[in-house]
């Protein structure tokens, strides 16, 4: 007779253990640990225990990530405040800035934007067809220790210590107008299977603050965008 045969039967018989309450008692078998026979009641209490404290690592792994959801949700909450108040897109970006290095302490921001614009911003310099290329690729947020040497040029004398990196597109519809890159020396800050919820989120945020303050003609194109589109972003 084979141990599964065995299990099979007692599943099928739960009132044997009742039957035989006397006898099961007196049944020892080895402990994994202790290296000592224990009653197979105590080692039967041992594993409900042991699954017990794995239940209870879980809980609080789960509660832990519950409150960390909630400070992540609550820095967004002010952030999107104050991007309202924002007058002009040089107030956009310096609130953005200060949000994500002071709040979510994130040590570099890089933004670039091919909207039409006289600004004399960084953020305004003309980008290469690469990264107009890697906005429209970028559907989802990337997370990791790659991107591009246009890209990382734009973080000056840090670029060379840099090592993760959050790039996402800024969008209306399907059609990009603008690049936000999060960037830092720690290498697991930003990493390839971490969840990307609020990064998409941010970008929404981004992506419609900056156009209600974009140029009068950018935000005509906007407007003529198909329905379908619109509804996509």
Same mark, same amino acid.
């Given at each position: 007779? =084979?141990?599964?045969?065995?299990?099979?039967?007692?599943? %099928?018989?739960?009132?044997?253990?009742?039957? &035989?309450?006397?006898?099961? /008692?007196?049944?020892?078998?080895?402990? *994994?640990?202790?290296? +000592?026979?224990?009653?197979?009641?105590? !080692? +039967? @209490?041992?594993?409900?225990?042991?699954?017990?404290? /794995?239940?209870?690592?879980?809980?609080?792994?789960?509660? +832990?990530?519950?409150?960390?959801?909630?400070?992540?949700?609550?820095? @967004?909450?002010? @952030?999107?405040?104050?991007?309202?108040?924002?007058?002009?897109?040089?107030?956009?970006?310096?609130?953005?800035?200060?949000?994500?290095?002071?709040?979510?302490?994130?040590?570099?921001?890089?933004?670039?934007?091919?909207?039409?614009?006289? *600004?004399?911003?960084?953020?305004?310099? =003309?980008?290469?067809?690469?990264?107009?290329?890697?906005? =429209?690729?970028?559907?989802?947020? &990337?997370?990791?220790? &790659?991107?591009?040497?246009?890209? @990382?040029?734009?973080?000056?004398?840090?670029?060379?210590?840099?090592?993760?990196?959050? =790039?996402?597109?800024?969008?209306?519809?399907?059609?990009?107008?603008?690049?936000?890159?999060? /960037? *830092?020396?720690?290498?697991?800050?930003? &990493?390839?299977?971490?969840?990307?919820?609020?990064? %998409? !989120?941010? *970008?929404?945020?981004?992506?419609?603050?900056?156009? !209600?303050?974009?140029?009068?003609?950018?935000?005509?194109?906007?407007?003529?965008?198909?329905?379908?589109?619109?509804?996509?972003?």
């Amino acid at each position: 007779m =084979q141990a599964d045969d065995i299990l099979g039967w007692l599943k %099928q018989n739960p009132a044997f253990f009742d039957e &035989y309450a006397e006898e099961v /008692a007196d049944i020892y078998v080895p402990h *994994s640990h202790r290296g +000592q026979a224990v009653s197979l009641a105590e !080692r +039967q @209490l041992l594993t409900l225990r042991d699954k017990n404290r /794995a239940l209870e690592g879980r809980l609080t792994e789960l509660l +832990q990530f519950g409150e960390d959801n909630d400070v992540i949700s609550e820095r @967004l909450h002010w @952030l999107t405040v104050d991007l309202i108040q924002a007058e002009d897109l040089s107030g956009v970006i310096g609130t953005l800035e200060y949000h994500l290095r002071e709040r979510f302490h994130v040590p570099h921001v890089a933004i670039r934007l091919w909207l039409p614009s006289d *600004s004399s911003l960084r953020e305004f310099e =003309q980008v290469g067809e690469s990264v107009v290329k890697l906005a =429209q690729n970028l559907v989802s947020p &990337y997370c990791g220790p &790659y991107v591009t040497d246009e890209v @990382l040029a734009w973080f000056d004398d840090a670029g060379p210590a840099l090592k993760s990196f959050a =790039q996402f597109a800024l969008r209306t519809g399907e059609e990009p107008f603008g690049v936000l890159v999060l /960037a *830092s020396e720690d290498e697991n800050r930003f &990493y390839p299977d971490m969840g990307t919820l609020y990064l %998409q !989120r941010l *970008s929404d945020i981004v992506s419609a603050t900056v156009l !209600r303050l974009a140029p009068t003609t950018a935000r005509v194109e906007v407007e003529e965008l198909p329905v379908e589109a619109h509804d996509e972003a």
